[in-house]
């Protein structure tokens, strides 16, 4: 008997209790039996379609990859929001937005994108736009985004070139948490003027 085959089978099981027989006998199974109570039913009809899905699937269970374009935007509640404590050591805006994308289901909602926070952060003047002298934009922090615990780090990449990028300490972790609904606000308005 193929796996197929026993999902056929547990499916013709689940439906007989779900119309409220016994399968294995055939028979109506009593008024007062469990699998007569309207919730337990329903439940058991549910499960029947998920199964039938799969089965309709050649056995596979796969979870549907929405494209981006179909994807909801980014969001979180105040009770994700609460879960997240911000690092003690400095980190990247790299890794507070993966952070944050970890509070999601991604193959249904986009993912924060560090272009999104530092997007967001140089609109409310805490960072700036700078030109170096490879002629590329970067961006470092303000007076003010300095004040609020950014600031400049570098270290030496793969091939051997210092390469510099701007670092959150615990409170500048803490205002791009607190603020992540004006953040939402940018990306909904970026996307609309697309």
């Given at each position: 008997m ?13 439906d007989?209790?779900a119309?409220g ?9 009593r ?6 109570q309207?919730r337990?039913?329903?439940?058991l ?8 899905k799969?089965?309709?699937?050649g056995?596979?269970?796969k979870k549907?990859?929405l ?7 980014f ?6 929001i609460?879960?997240i ?11 507070v ?5 970890s509070l ?9 994108k ?17 030109e ?10 303000t ?11 570098s270290?030496?990449n ?6 510099q990028?701007t670092?959150?300490?615990k ?12 953040i939402?606000a ?7 003027t697309?």
């Amino acid at each position: 008997m193929t796996e197929l085959d026993i999902m056929q089978r547990a499916k013709q099981y689940i439906d007989a209790l779900a119309n409220g027989y016994d399968p294995l006998s055939g028979q109506p199974v009593r008024d007062d039996d469990v699998v007569n109570q309207v919730r337990i039913s329903r439940c058991l009809f549910y499960v029947s379609g998920v199964l039938q899905k799969v089965i309709d699937n050649g056995g596979e269970i796969k979870k549907v990859k929405l494209p981006r374009a179909k994807k909801a935007l980014f969001s979180v509640t105040a009770e994700q929001i609460s879960q997240i404590h911000p690092y003690s050591s400095e980190v990247s805006a790299t890794r507070v937005a993966a952070i944050l994308n970890s509070l999601i289901d991604t193959d249904k909602m986009q993912k924060l994108k560090t272009t999104d926070i530092t997007g967001w952060l140089l609109s409310i003047g805490m960072l700036q736009d700078i030109e170096t002298s490879t002629g590329r934009k970067r961006k470092i922090p303000t007076s003010n985004g300095e004040m609020l615990g950014m600031k400049e780090a570098s270290f030496v990449n793969e091939q051997g070139i210092p390469t510099q990028y701007t670092v959150y300490d615990k409170n500048a972790q803490q205002f791009i948490l607190d603020n992540i609904e004006a953040i939402i606000a940018y990306i909904r308005e970026s996307e609309e003027t697309k």
